[in-house]
């Protein structure tokens, strides 16, 4: 944890899991001053502890933080609290390919303040827990995904493009609502048009047409995902062609394949998307479709350090 005021800066150590102590007045508890990150570390082929791509999770918290208002920190300070927090948890690890340590980022209005203002002080707090598959299915069982047609995520000049924690909430009651009728999750549309694929509630979304993979654009609605992101350049390497553009709901019914990706999901394949009560099935029942486990597999092999890592995309911890 590191604490941030403005005449010391970031100052900060290891602490054991417990409660935060905070004032009834702390900024974050009542205007919402809450950003955070989601991380894996995980043991690789080579016998490493590594992580992936830490550096996007750090600009990603520094922009939220522009966006809220709070001191961005410096990559150094978000990295340094990252790595620590692993090497502290590193027997919390588990195998390679029986899951991952997560790691929780935040970000937070610490400080007391009664007027809505920013806070006068801030916290960085990791904290880690061992995970498995996102899904209770299970990582390789495709996913049934319904288009939600009553809420929308995130409005334009929003903070859609950022991991707000205020963006999460609004969409429990809708993710409870679509688990209790037998879906994974919902697909958010365009809040201006109702027209376009936005993303999921916690992982975005690719369509597949022939050798043609798209995904919606950063227009400041949807999170920046750092899989998404890997993913886009991974793909055009496998030899697809991967366009950032707008796809409409009619054209995801019409793929021959949907994919969600994100730190948590990894690559899922959706097994089907319903749309107005019309349900669209993708591939074989209960078998990954050909080009997300391609994707898949070509991710999860860099990500464990089990090929090369062309990019630079892994950094082990020491
Ligand atoms: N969209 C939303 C709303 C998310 O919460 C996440 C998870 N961070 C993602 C997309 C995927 O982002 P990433 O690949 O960086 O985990």
Known sequence: ?????????????????????????????????????GMKAQRSAKGN??????????????????????????????????????????????????GSLYLRPLLLGTGPILGLG???????????????????????TPIDLVVEERFHR?????????????NYSPVLVVQLAAKKSGYAD????????????????????????GNVIKTPPLAGTILPGVTRKSVIQ???QLGYEVQEANVTVTEAMEADEIFTTGTAVVVSAVGSLTHRG??????????????????????????????EDPFGWIVPVA
Not at 15 to 35: C, D, F, I
Not at 190 to 203: I, Q
């Open 278 to 307: 019309q349900k669209k099935q993708f591939g074989e029942p209960g078998k990954p479709t050909k080009t997300a486990l391609r994707i898949y597999e070509a991710l999860t092999a860099l990500q464990q350090e089990a090929g």
């Open 234 to 236: 991974l793909a055009r």
């Open 118 to 140: 920013p806070a006068p002080s801030y916290s960085l707090v990791v904290y880690a827990a061992a995970v498995g598959a996102y899904f209770k299915t299970g990582q390789l």
């Open 49 to 98: 502890i590594v992580l992936f791509r830490p550096d996007e999770n750090a600009a990603r918290m520094m922009a939220g933080a522009e966006r809220l208002s709070m001191p961005p920190p410096p990559a150094d300070v978000f990295l340094d609290a990252v790595l620590s927090t692993v090497r502290a948890n590193a027997h919390y690890v588990p195998p390679r390919g029986k």
């Open 186 to 209: 919902v697909v958010y549309l365009d809040a201006k048009t109702d027209t376009y694929l936005e993303e999921v509630s916690s992982c975005n979304i690719f369509t597949v047409k």
């Open 1 to 37: 944890r590191a604490t941030y005021h403005p005449s010391s800066g970031w100052e900060g150590g290891l602490e054991p899991y417990g409660p935060l102590q905070l004032e009834p007045s702390a900024q974050v508890l009542n205007y919402g001053q809450s950003v955070f990150e």
């Open 154 to 166: 995130a409005a334009p000049g929003g903070m859609g493009g950022t991991k707000a924690a205020g």
